[in-house]
């Protein structure tokens, strides 16, 4: 089965950005879903991102739109999250997500649609 594996992670000033990495094993991202959750401490798991499987049509939530963006490369069978503008309210610990589906599951994505789950990485925004 698919296993994913984030990174990419790591401690920013406000201001600075990072890109994170969801690169995908065994199988081929190609046909799948893939979503970016991320997770701040005392909060519930939300859906920031997703990018459908052959379409490439893409989402982002109201608050990360304009300051990120997803794209997929499907040559290295990875996604990206690049991440611009980051503010301390972005500290979270970020995850990715697929799941096969012919169905928009993409706009928005939510946690329970989603099956195979990476391990996820940490992104704290501090001065």
């Known amino acids: 089965q698919l296993q994913l594996v984030e990174s990419g992670g790591g401690l920013v000033q406000p201001g600075g950005s990072l890109r994170l990495s969801c690169v995908g094993s065994r199988y081929s991202l190609d046909y799948y879903n893939v979503a970016w959750f991320r997770q701040a401490p005392g909060k519930e798991r939300e859906g920031i991102s997703c990018?459908?499987?052959?379409?490439?049509?893409?989402y982002l939530e109201d608050s990360v739109k304009g300051r990120f963006k997803i794209s997929r490369d499907r040559a290295e069978n990875t996604v990206y999250l690049q991440m611009d503008s980051l503010k301390p309210e972005d500290t979270a610990v970020y995850y990715c997500?697929?799941?096969?589906?012919?169905?928009?599951?993409?706009?928005?994505?939510?946690?329970?649609?989603?099956?195979?789950w990476g391990q996820g990485t940490q992104v704290i925004v501090s001065s």
């Open positions: 990018i459908r499987n052959n379409l490439d049509s893409t």
């Open positions: 997500a697929a799941d096969l589906t012919d169905f928009d599951i993409c706009h928005p994505p939510r946690t329970w649609t989603f099956g195979i």
